[in-house]
């Protein structure tokens, strides 16, 4: 079977499952995320205000705060949106969610998916997947894991089929982006990236590596065959074409607001600073251990009476409280940027000097949403896709590479449970998760002819198999034993909290295995 009826067929079985997912979803009793409503405000704001009141309409607390690219999307569903219930358009129709609109959301979400399924199919056919001896079977070459791993992908599933969001249409566009890269076409995959940006912002986590990239392969033309830099061989004209292109997407963008005087109004729903360190939700990173560390010393102080007059912090307290640090420092944005650049910085350099590697710009991509994942300033659970989505690419290439691949992506779709957290959803993420998980674990190590050893899992080591089993007891303890104690009223924020903790640990270790798996990695460009 060929990548194209590959494709096709992934395509249709994942929309049925879609589907399935819409009617089960669509009861008006059912669990909706408050996404319903902010996109609902959009589609009302760009639809029925002109475009110079889109970033200072305030009437919905879910205000505007995407770049305007994806404004001018929101427009256009707009337009097909009317047909189906004209009073979702209506900005003073607040939290409304009649049947036709929930089914018009859960439909545009499908809908657009195609462009994740074009961008997965644009990377098959790219030179960035490598043959190998299992290229001709049907479902265990690496192009069909490959689709199949993105296609049907958890985490995806959940946020943006049952959670609801776009996460699928924006990344098809990043697959899109890094297919230009891997076939050359850097131009193009410049133009992509930029409309990306203009989409959501958040994809600046990865924009250093397409500069560096960028910069150091297509702007020194002739000068891959080393690490060190021929500056007489950097081309302005090249320079300027790959600036123009950029440009240009970002004045299309942002032009109407430069001319209406808004730009600072703009970038102030972009880059909302007031908000907290971290989101109601801490993302499994570097500052969810900051935040449990604060939390122990306080209450090793307090047993040791010190410091008894200080408050223990909130954390048990709800869902949208903002923890406070009693015994570590107060951290700022400032010092997140600072972190963060210094997290990726290391990738830079070895990218940079690794000119006409896509390989390593990939690999750059993964270590940068990392870096900006770990010591970003308010970062989303969700932000957690924009490793693994990339890092599929590289799972069936290297062996290396899969092993880490199924580590963090058990741990990172688990730590997007939370999300859905009633007890209607509770089966379907767990069979989500464990389909994807065993797909991934039992394929990947038949393509690298990985032996069985019958104490541990498929292509993990000892100590990494023990942790991803300790998941087991974890979801029981949070889903079973934690409202059966009735911790739920005394402790609420436990489940959250324990989930974040753990799951920050395996994305710590992924993320310093990683690194120095790039650092240490020493690859030939793809063009030699």
Same mark, same amino acid.
């Given at each position: 079977m060929n990548t194209p009826h590959i494709v096709n067929l992934m395509v249709s079985s994942e929309d049925t499952i879609k589907c399935r997912l819409l009617v089960v979803s669509h009861n008006k009793n059912k669990f909706r995320s408050t996404d319903f409503e902010v996109h609902r405000n959009w589609l009302a704001i760009t639809h029925s205000l002109p475009i110079s009141k889109w970033y200072y309409e305030a009437t919905s607390e879910w205000t505007l705060d995407y770049p305007p690219l994806f404004a001018w999307f929101e427009f256009f569903l707009s337009q097909i949106a009317q047909f189906f219930d004209p009073a979702m358009l209506e900005v003073k129709n607040l939290n409304y969610a009649s049947p036709a609109t929930v089914l018009f959301?859960?439909?545009?979400? %499908?809908?657009?998916?195609?462009?994740?399924?074009?961008?997965?199919?644009?990377?098959?056919?790219?030179?960035?997947?490598?043959?190998?001896?299992?290229?001709?079977?049907?479902?265990?070459?690496?192009?069909?894991?490959?689709?199949?791993?993105?296609?049907?992908?958890?985490?995806?599933?959940?946020?943006?089929?049952?959670?609801?969001?776009?996460?699928?249409?924006?990344?098809?566009? $990043? $697959?899109?982006?890094?297919?230009?890269? #891997?076939?050359?076409?850097?131009?193009?995959?410049?133009?992509?990236?930029?409309?990306?940006?203009?989409?959501? @912002?958040?994809?600046?986590?990865?924009?250093?590596?397409?500069?560096?990239? #960028?910069?150091?392969?297509?702007?020194?033309?002739?000068?891959?065959?080393?690490?060190?830099?021929?500056?007489?061989?950097?081309?302005?004209?090249?320079?300027?074409?790959?600036?123009?292109?950029?440009?240009?997407?970002?004045?299309?963008?942002?032009?109407?607001?430069?001319?209406?005087?808004?730009?600072?109004?703009?970038?102030?729903?972009?880059?909302?600073?007031?908000?907290?360190?971290c989101h109601a939700y801490w993302a499994p990173n570097f500052w969810a251990l900051y935040n449990i560390a604060d939390k122990v010393a306080s209450i090793i102080g307090r047993l040791l009476g010190v410091g008894s007059d200080m408050p223990i912090g909130v954390m048990t307290g709800g869902l949208v409280q903002e923890y406070k640090h009693v015994i570590l420092p107060e951290i700022t944005p400032r010092f997140t940027f600072l972190c963060t650049l210094l997290s990726i910085l290391p990738a830079l350099v070895k990218l940079w000097r690794s000119p006409?590697?896509?390989?390593?710009?990939?690999?750059?991509?993964?270590?940068?949403?990392?870096?900006?994942?770990?010591?970003?300033?308010?970062?989303?659970?969700?932000?957690?896709?924009?490793?693994?989505?990339?890092?599929? #690419?590289?799972?069936?290439?290297?062996?290396?590479?899969?092993?880490?691949?199924?580590?963090?992506?058990?741990?990172? @779709?688990?730590? $997007?449970?939370?999300?859905?957290?009633?007890?209607?959803?509770?089966? %379907?993420?767990?069979?989500? $998760?464990?389909?994807?998980?065993?797909?991934?674990?039992?394929?990947l190590a038949n393509l690298f002819d990985i032996k069985k050893n019958s104490l541990c899992l498929p292509l993990l080591n000892i100590v990494e198999s023990i942790y991803l089993i300790g998941l087991i007891p974890l979801f029981i303890f949070e889903n079973i034993i934690h409202p059966w104690l009735g911790l739920d009223k005394r402790l609420p924020f436990l489940p959250l909290m324990l989930t974040s903790v753990y799951c920050s640990l395996g994305v710590m270790y992924f993320w310093l295995k990683y690194y120095w798996h790039f650092l240490t990695t020493m690859l030939p460009s793809m063009s030699g």
């Open positions: 959301q859960r439909l545009s979400v %499908i809908v657009t998916d195609l462009l994740f399924a074009y961008g997965t199919q644009q990377c098959l056919h790219s030179s960035g997947i490598r043959k190998s001896s299992k290229w001709g079977s049907r479902w265990g070459s690496p192009a069909a894991i490959l689709q199949i791993l993105l296609v049907g992908n958890t985490g995806l599933l959940l946020v943006d089929h049952i959670h609801f969001q776009y996460n699928g249409f924006l990344l098809g566009i $990043l $697959l899109l982006s890094i297919a230009r890269v #891997l076939q050359g076409h850097y131009l193009m995959a410049a133009f992509w990236f930029a409309v990306l940006l203009n989409l959501k @912002h958040i994809f600046m986590y990865v924009a250093p590596a397409y500069f560096v990239y #960028l910069l150091r392969s297509y702007c020194f033309p002739g000068n891959h065959s080393g690490s060190s830099v021929q500056w007489k061989s950097f081309s302005p004209i090249r320079f300027a074409k790959l600036s123009l292109v950029v440009a240009s997407v970002f004045l299309v963008s942002f032009g109407p607001f430069i001319v209406l005087n808004q730009l600072p109004q703009v970038f102030s729903r972009l880059f909302p600073f007031k908000r907290g360190l006409g590697n896509p390989y390593h710009f990939v690999r750059c991509i993964v270590l940068c949403a990392s870096g900006s994942f770990m010591f970003g300033w308010h970062v989303h659970e969700k932000a957690i896709l924009l490793v693994i989505i990339p890092l599929s #690419l590289m799972a069936v290439i290297w062996k290396k590479e899969a092993q880490m691949y199924v580590l963090l992506s058990t741990v990172g @779709h688990y730590s $997007l449970f939370p999300l859905l957290f009633t007890a209607f959803e509770l089966p %379907i993420k767990f069979i989500l $998760l464990i389909i994807h998980s065993t797909y991934a674990f039992a394929n």
